[in-house]
T-cell receptor, first 113, second 113 residues
Framework: EAAVTQSPRNKVAVTGGKVTLSCNQT?????MYWYRQDTGHGLRLIHYSYGAGSTEKGDIPDGYKASRPSQENFSLILELATPSQTSVYFC????????????FGPGTRLTVL | QQKVQQSPESLSVPEGGMASLNCTSS?????YFWWYRQHSGEGPKALMSIFSDGDKKEGRFTAHLNKASLHVSLHIRDSQPSDSALYFCAASGATSSGQKLVFGQGTILKVYL
């Protein structure tokens, strides 16, 4: 089964600090995604990537940057964290086609104080 | 307005009962529909997909798609306590360059004894 791992699983940060969330996938998928999950909003796409070296803006990219240094790794970066970015963040990987399944990691719970 | 709307927000059914979840999209470009299930503390996991009009049955789960009305439903018969979870409807369009899923806000299902 496809495997997506995330680190850290929990993170407490201070307002204005820098936060980096990491994701690793072992299924050799070209596409990787970062979502945040908030009650009442479902999963919202922040950034995604079609392959190593590429990043694309999703639906809510403001305040976030992404980095895809390799096929396996995809990072989400909060340069200046704010309390509104307190949320649960999920990374996913998936195939190239519209009918491809996405495989999700276990999530990172981020609290910005 | 979200492109994928789910109803109800929450649902309680007795063990052995039938649970029915609904999803309506507002984008006629959507061609592929998924149901994802998320248990507490875990990442979402694909439950089933449906790409053609009509019914698709997998064990106790039946999905129904009506592309003309952009309506998708999920029916769970003989509901079990282990079915208690957050269910997401998700949709994507045709693509060969990296799938993007749009998620609904979710339906919380509780199966009680």
């Amino acid at each position: 089964e496809a495997a997506v791992t995330q680190s850290p699983r929990n993170k407490v940060a201070v307002t204005g600090g820098k936060v980096t969330l990491s994701c690793n996938q072992t299924n050799n998928h070209n596409n990787m995604y970062w979502y945040r999950q908030d009650t009442g909003h479902g999963l919202r796409l922040i950034h995604y990537s079609y392959g190593a070296g590429s990043t694309e803006k999703g639906d809510i990219p403001d305040g976030y940057k992404a980095s895809r240094p390799s096929q396996e790794n995809f990072s989400l970066i909060l340069e200046l964290a704010t309390p509104s970015q307190t949320s649960v963040y999920f990374c996913a990987s998936g195939g190239d086609w519209g009918e491809s399944e996405q495989f999700f990691g276990p999530g990172t719970r981020l609290t910005v104080l | 307005q979200q492109k994928v709307q789910q109803s109800p927000e929450s649902l309680s059914v007795p063990e052995g009962g039938m649970a029915s979840l609904n999803c309506t999209s507002s984008d006629r470009n959507f061609q592929y529909f998924w149901w994802y299930r998320q248990h507490s503390g875990e990442g979402p996991k694909a439950l089933m997909s449906i790409f053609s009009d009509g019914d698709k049955k997998e064990g106790r789960f039946t999905a129904h798609l009506n592309k003309a009305s952009l309506h998708v439903s999920l029916h769970i018969r003989d509901s079990q306590p282990s079915d208690s979870a957050l269910y997401f409807c998700a949709a994507s369009g045709a693509t060969s360059s990296g799938q993007k899923l749009v998620f609904g806000q979710g339906t919380i299902l509780k199966v009680y004894l």
